[in-house]
């Protein structure tokens, strides 16, 4: 195993304690717009799929690369753009009155 | 060029963490969201930086395309359809990660070096959680927005033929690291995964989605993450790890949510087989208490207290409004109003909090299980809507039904019980109700909407 990949599983396994740590903490009243807020954040994919889609490799390589990217921004932007929508309607007492 | 491209991930990620952060309040969360969105537009930004990307033409069709598709469909969808949505969303998260292993893949196929093992286990890896993730939230998706069947499809040797997929995936995983160079076997890997997918979803019952889709979220960051394996890149890494934990979570606090564990509703097929014959029939000799929208709106009018129980019939009679309104009825008689939410009521995880705050229901109005529970003693009338297994009191006291240990909303316990229902079949297990039959509960029939409206005239006429 190169040294390389030690980093890279070092990075996961204690970005995996954050992500843990962060979330227990978001109540269950959030938990559809942490769903798809965190979904959106998986649309990270986004920028191996940008890499790809640009090397201009071989005709295949970049085709697939496209799709990528339009799925991935699908994920990005529908899911930043409906957690948006719904925490907008979280409202308090006074704030639903008005 | 590539530091000040690495620090701007560092820069997005610590957004991420941040937005996530700011997640644990409904007064910060839409800041939170935006910090993460703000996050997500630096990588995407410095990404166009890198000095791979020789050409940007086609990044930018399907950005567009990509962006167009998703700003639509998150305007347009329903409320009530959020779960399928996240479906959705992380399909195509997943499929995204599928494809960037396999434009990997076929270049570095073509230039005839030898993969190195980290990549190629990394490409393998990616590919499968990739394809896993994009079939089986289609499946999901399709499921809950009722394309598919909801109901559990089973037959004789699913769970071994899911192992055999899987292990023929991994296999073939493996030969291409001491034999690359067949690109037949390749295709056939990532037909394998996605294949896999589907056989993964197909088992689990509509009500158990709620673990389906939290688990699928937890796979569509694990590929993100397995992609940043594969290109080695630390922001994918990061912010894969953290939505991987982020499902994982979530699938915990379902699984005990329904006090079962996480491979029973995996292979369980639960709601497949019919609930304990034995015990319907002395229930339904109990006979059940009808009432007409008059009666139960005299109940609710001179009530004090009043606690709204919701299930997924709210969300499938689209009555979240209709409850506000009868809510506002009533408060403006001096009836104290709350609402208790269970964990799994609803399609995913709350679900029946965005569709009352889609209503204008103040979120501190909304309560959890364990806040709620010893507050029904104290209630004089509590509205059962369109809830059913979540309110079942055998999960307390029949060791033989099948949802027995789970924990449950005491509706029971409070003096008076209205159950808004549209007929008396049984919930989603073919579990039977006791609570129907308790003699402190009244039947209103009918579609929750027309009920509620039906309830809140009478309410206006006392």
């Known amino acids: ?98 | 060029m590539a530091d000040f491209i690495e620090l701007a991930y560092l820069v997005a990620a610590v957004l991420f963490i941040v937005g996530l952060k700011r997640l644990a309040s409904p007064a910060t969360a839409r800041n939170g969201n935006f910090l993460s969105a703000v996050g997500m537009l630096i990588a995407i930004v410095a990404t166009l930086f890198d000095r791979q990307i020789v050409s940007f033409q086609w990044i930018v069709v399907g950005g567009m395309v990509g962006s167009a598709l998703g700003l639509w469909m998150a305007r347009a969808v329903k409320m009530t359809a959020m779960p399928q949505m996240v479906g959705i969303l992380n399909g195509f998260g997943g499929g995204a990660s599928q494809l960037v292993a396999a434009a990997v893949w076929h270049r570095l196929s073509q230039t005839g070096v030898l993969l190195p093992t980290d990549t190629a286990v990394s490409i393998y890896a990616s590919t499968l959680i990739g394809g896993v993730t994009f079939s089986g939230s289609m499946i999901a998706a399709g499921k809950l927005q009722e394309i598919i069947p909801g109901r559990p499809v089973l037959f004789r040797f699913q769970h071994l033929l899911n192992l055999i997929l899987l292990v023929a995936g991994a296999g073939m995983g493996a030969f291409l690291l001491i034999s690359p160079g067949h690109p037949g076997l390749f295709i056939a890997m990532n037909v394998m995964a996605l294949v896999l997918g589907v056989m993964l979803v197909i088992p689990i019952g509509g009500a158990d989605m709620p673990v389906v889709i939290c688990l699928l979220n937890s796979y569509s960051g694990l590929a993100a993450a397995m992609t940043g394996f594969v290109i080695a890149n630390h922001g994918l890494i990061i912010s894969g790890a953290l939505v991987g934990a982020s499902g994982i979570i979530l699938t915990q606090i379902m699984c005990r949510a329904m006090n079962r564990s996480f491979a029973n509703v995996l292979f369980g097929g639960f709601g497949a087989q019919v609930g304990v014959a034995g015990d319907h029939r002395g229930l339904a000799a109990r006979g059940i208490r009808e009432t007409t929208a008059e009666d139960a709106a005299l109940m609710l009018g001179y009530a004090r207290s009043l606690i709204v129980a919701p299930g997924y019939g709210l969300a499938v009679a689209q009555a979240q409004h209709q409850v506000r309104n009868l809510a506002d009825l009533l408060e403006k008689r001096g009836v104290t109003v709350k609402y208790a939410i269970h964990p799994v009521a609803g399609r995913m995880p709350g679900h029946m909090n965005v569709l009352l705050a889609e209503a204008n229901v103040p979120y501190t109005q909304l309560y959890d299980l364990d806040d709620i529970n010893p507050e029904f003693e104290r209630t004089d009338v509590v509205l059962v809507v369109g809830a059913n297994d979540v309110v079942n009191p055998a999960a307390r006291n029949s060791p033989n039904s099948p949802i027995y240990g789970m924990p449950i909303l005491d509706v029971d316990k409070a003096r008076n019980v209205i159950v808004l229902k549209r007929s008396m079949n049984p919930g989603f297990a073919g579990i039977e109700n006791e609570l129907f039959y308790n003699e402190k509960t009244f039947m209103l029939f009918g579609d929750a909407k027309k009920s509620l409206t039906a309830l809140a005239s009478e309410v206006k006429e006392l």
Request: proline share 2%.
């Open chain 1, 1 to 98: 195993m190169s040294e390389g990949l030690v980093i890279l599983l070092v990075i996961f396994v204690l970005a995996m304690f954050v992500g843990f740590e962060v979330i227990t903490k978001v109540p269950s009243t959030l938990h559809t717009p942490l769903m798809s807020g965190s979904n959106a954040i998986s649309g990270i994919t986004i920028i191996g799929s940008m890499v790809v889609a640009g090397m201009g490799a071989t005709t295949l390589a970049t085709v697939f690369g496209v799709i990528a990217v339009a799925f991935a921004m699908i994920n990005v932007v529908g899911g930043y753009a409906v957690t948006d929508r719904m925490l907008q309607m979280f409202k308090r007492k006074t704030e639903a009155e008005r």
